[in-house]
């Protein structure tokens, strides 16, 4: 009998074996403290290495929103929605929360090859680090965007406190996507340089830039698919609240919340099979 055969007879255990999901669930949770300081330490690390450091998280995105929204607002015309400038702001800026974590999550195990390959740990805390970095920095941006608002003459309400539900919806379907494009680029390696145009692609198609009600009125069966994009479904509740704009049906709430919480699970479970393919495909 050889020793592979023999062993669990002996009860030994396989080295690198995938744990059920809700152990190997409750170890990443164990490791939450490197998580966060790993996310913490690679946010400071890479604002470090430019001159205005920490002021990129904000004036990234502040310049997107003001190269885009002069293009796209003059190519709309007409067609603008109102109050044009706060409307690709609040866009932009939490767009850039998804498509960070979307981009970063693809390259969480590969720039990170060395380290899979020589530690036994549970590989999601990687994409995890990285879209907590994002989260980081996302609240920054949340931040910045209130006196924004306010030079557009938008100031604090109480239901700008709907951001804060709106902002959990958004973080768990993007560490949902990230999660999956971690495990994806490590399967298939030229995936990385399709991320990119998937990413613009999801950009112009969530409504970042343009109102999607007007563009599609003649469309109705296009615009009754919009309302189960949760991308759409974010920057609508989030402009209504914030400079209201027009509002949104009252079922959005719970489809965005189911629709939350099935894309983090599916994309832990998806992760989750391929633990035992990470460092060694």
Known sequence: MTFTASAPAADLPRVGARPPFLRYLLEVWQRRDFIVTMARYRMRAGLESNRLGLAWVVLRPLLNAGIYGIIFGLLQAGNRPPDFPAFVVIGVFLFEFFQGCFNDGSKSLTGNRNLVQSLAFPRMTLPLAAIIERFLQFLIMLVVLVPILMLF???????????????????????????????????????????????????????????????????????????????????????????????????YWGLLAASSIATFMFGAVFFWRAEERYGRD
């Open 153 to 251: 003459g938008h100031f604090p309400r109480l239901e700008w406190l709907y951001m804060l539900p709106l902002t959990a919806c958004l973080a768990l379907v993007s560490a949902g996507v990230g999660l999956v494009t971690a495990r994806l680029t490590v399967h298939v390696s030229d995936l990385t340089q399709l991320l990119p145009f998937i990413s613009r692609l999801l950009f112009y198609m969530s409504g970042v830039l343009f109102a999607v009600d007007k563009i599609l009125a003649n469309h109705p069966v296009l615009l009754r698919i919009f309302d189960f994009y949760p991308l759409y479904q974010v920057l609508k509740i989030a402009r209504h609240h914030l400079i209201g704009a027009a509002g949104y049906p009252g079922y």
